[in-house]
Each structure stands twice: as C-alpha cells, then as structure tokens.
C-alpha cells in the first residue's frame, strides 16, 4: 500500500446538474455556536465582521481540500463493493459494479470520512489542537451525483489501478495490470479515493491574497524547509503560522509556471479572459509571478501592478488554467480593492460560472454584489413580460440568470446561519439592510436642517 499516488485524474465533465444536496451541521466554530449550511451551486454568506464567515469558509475548504491524512489510512466501509471488485479482478483483472447498489453505505463512506477530518481542524487553521476541542462538523446529508465522468489512474511500485464512469451513469469500471498483486488493502484505497471522486474539489482564494502576490514567494523561499515541521509542531513560538488555505494560495502562486501547462474547461471559452476585460488589461506568467498589459501595451510586473490587478490575478490564472466543472471555487470577499462598477461585474461573472457548471462559494461584505446577484435572480422570474428585450435593454445575457434553486444565501449573526428566503422580488432581506436604512434616514434628516429657514 505504501507509495501510491495518482498518476492521472481526468474529470471530463458531463451535463450539469443542478439541486445537488450537501448540507454541513457545525457546532462550536469559532463565532458560529450552532449553524447549518447547505452547500448549493452558488453558495453566498455575508454578514458582520467577526460572525464566522471566514472560518465556516475555511472548514469546508478543509474537509473537502484532500489535504489531511486519513484519506487511506483507514479501512474502506465498502465491504460488499470491496468483495465483489477484489472476486472479479482475481477472475479477470475487470470488475464492474453499480455504485447505485451500494449507494447507503456509499453515502455513509462520505459521511464518516468527513467525520474523521473533523478532530483535524487545528491543523487546517494551524493552532494548537485544545483551540477546536469543543468543535464538531459533520454532514447531514449528501446527495450522490450521477452524471460526472470520471477517469482516474492510481499508479505505485508494480501497482496500477484504473476506475471509469460514463456520464448519466451509476456503473464503475475497474480495471488492474497484469503486473499487479491483487490485495484488499490496495482494493480499499482505491476506493477510498473513489468516494472523494464524488465530493466538489474546492479551491480558495483567500482575502490576503494581495499580500501574497507581493510576499508569497519570500515566504515561501524562507519558509520550504519549515513548513512540515510547523505543521508537526504547533508550538506559540513558531515564527510562522498560517492557515492551509493561505500555505495552499502562497503554493499556487509560487508555481504559475507550472500550472501555466494545464488547461481549465473554461480555456476555449471568453470566460476565461473575462477579468482581463473587466480590468482592462492583459496578464502573463513570469517565471514564477505574472505581469499586465494595458490597452496602450506599457507592461508592468506585478509587485507595481494596481491592487485591483493583483486581487484578481488569481482568479484569472484559475479560470485559465485549473478550473473544472463541478469544482468549488471559493473566494472571501471578490469585492476586494474593486470600483463599485467592476463589482457588480463580477456579481455578473460569477453567476456566468455558475451556470457554466462550476460551484461558487463567496463571502462578502459588499451591498452591490448582492444587490446584482438579486437582479440576476429576478430575471428568472417567469411573470417578466417582453424578458428578451428588458434583457437587452439593461445589458443582461442569457447566462447572466441566477435560478433560486441555485442560490444558498446566508447570514452570519449571533453565533448561527439566517438562510434567506426569496420571492419574486429576490432576497427578502441582506445583512446590509440596517446599515444603509440608518445611513439613508441621516441623510435625509441633515438634509431636512440644511433645508430650513433661519
């Protein structure tokens, strides 16, 4: 079993669909004392400062970021799947089962694994582990996705494994090399990482990620040698201490170069190129940071780059380069550094990628995010009369609709989760609305004493 290491993981995705079910229950999370979160297509939290949007953000990412040992180290709860691939490989060296056969104890696989991530969150938020003693994060319930395509080799020493599913199918092929020694052990990490095959593989960009760009690779350049002692040793005393998700952000950052090779399913698509446009500029890897174009063509390296410029860069290089469907993107505050004009934009493109098959996930502190998120949502109201020529009236494209049944809105306040609710005008209410109603009704009111005669 040891030395196995995935090869190749090709996800070509498959038709989307949507209402997909995983609904997370936390309890004692840093400001969070009890909430439950479904996880939708686009999934939003805002809310006050310090009510636990980022760490909510930052747990999910660590239960499904693949990040944490466990994911091979204990035995699969597939024992019936497990019998019947390891009989037919030994006839074979072919097994075919349908996973709808085992879907419960499939559904309960994912369910555990999460579980045992859980008592791990110290080391996703890099603390001492008495910080989450009190914390437990499980999910609820999880509804299987059928219609991903999935190809996936598993190589090691004189092993070598492959699993494939068609879209729109609950059928798993199997397959072995001649070469291989069939044994339950391997059989079980084989499935082990069948079963993460079908949770969204998730990638953040953190709300430091200007910072990053400017320091990631001294950082990361000081740090290489630390890293996995730090990880081991969490002492008050270490002179470096950061979440995963930020080691995870400095690591993309530091190899541009590298992911430059690879090919989002986003890359024969203008989506890819839609931050360029928003920002007005042109970006490119160098060596292992990027530089901008501008419209009269000045180049400029990105520690000089406009803060906007460097916010969105990663975005950019994932949407180029990494993004496949069915991902989780997860960005803390998209609104970041950006003019009200290009926030709305991004509202925009963020319902774009939704419904071009990617999952979204973003906290925000911004009133005019949301309220362009909302506009998408009433455009899909069917009581609009003469929808194609307001659409074209007010800019909108046909991509550019957010459904309710893709939207999972909440609110962060007093230690839970307010879910919104919609109807046809979109949100009934934002965590923005007590703010701008005392901002609007000062306004009015110093108005009025500017207004009266002496």
Not at 315 to 336: G, S, T, V
Not at 355 to 372: C, M, P, Q, R
């Amino acid at each position: 079993m040891k030395g196995f290491f995935i090869s190749k993981i090709l996800y070509v995705c498959f038709k989307y669909t949507k209402h997909k079910i995983m609904i997370f229950e936390f309890e004692n999370l840093g400001s969070i004392k009890k909430a439950e979160l479904e996880v939708g297509n686009l999934t939003v939290i805002c809310g006050k400062n310090n009510t636990g949007k980022t760490y909510l953000t930052y747990a999910v990412w660590g239960m499904l970021a693949r990040r944490l040992s466990g994911v091979t180290k204990n035995p699969n709860r597939l024992p019936e799947a497990k019998k019947k691939i390891t009989d037919q490989l030994i006839n074979n060296r072919n097994a075919t089962i349908d996973l709808k056969d085992f879907e419960n104890s499939f559904k309960d696989a994912v369910i555990k694994y999460i579980k045992g991530i859980s008592p791990q969150l110290h080391r996703i938020f890099d603390v001492d582990k008495s910080f989450f003693k009190n914390t437990n994060i499980s999910l609820k319930k999880l509804v299987v996705d059928y219609n991903k395509e999935i190809s996936v080799s598993i190589s090691g020493h004189r092993i070598n494994y492959r699993y494939e599913k068609n879209k729109d199918s609950s059928i798993i092929n199997f397959r072995v090399s001649d070469s291989t020694k069939i044994e339950e052990s391997d059989i079980e990490v084989v499935l082990s990482w069948l079963i993460l095959d079908f949770l969204p593989l998730p990638f953040l960009i953190s709300a430091q990620r200007d910072a990053i760009h400017l320091f990631g690779n001294a950082i990361n350049d000081y740090a290489r040698d630390k890293i996995r002692m730090l990880r081991n040793d969490n002492k008050e005393n270490n002179f470096i201490r950061y979440a995963l998700p930020l080691e995870e952000n400095i690591r993309f950052v530091s190899n541009l170069s590298q992911i430059s090779s690879q090919i989002s399913f986003f890359y024969d698509t203008p989506l890819f190129t839609e931050i360029e446009e928003i920002l007005g500029v042109e970006y490119d890897i160098f060596h292992e940071s990027f530089t901008i174009k501008d419209k009269e063509g000045n180049i400029t390296p990105a520690h000089l780059a406009s803060t906007s410029v460097r916010a969105l860069a990663d975005l950019h290089f994932y949407l180029k380069h990494r993004a496949q469907k069915n991902d989780l993107l997860m960005i803390d505050e998209p609104e970041l550094s950006l003019h009200p004009e290009n926030q709305i934009k991004i509202a925009r493109l963020i319902v774009k990628l939704v419904n071009a098959g990617l999952k979204v996930w973003i906290t925000t502190h911004s009133d005019y995010i949301i309220k362009e998120l909302n506009n998408c949502l009433m455009l899909s109201n069917k009581r609009i009369k003469n929808k194609k020529k307001l659409m074209k009236d007010l800019g909108y494209k046909d991509n550019e609709i957010l459904t309710p049944d893709d939207l999972k809105m909440y609110i962060a306040a007093d230690g839970t989760l307010e879910k919104v609710a919609y109807d046809d005008f979109g949100v009934l209410k934002s965590a923005f609305d007590e703010a701008m109603i005392t901002q609007n009704r000062n306004s009015n009111t110093i108005a009025e004493y500017i207004s009266q005669k002496k």
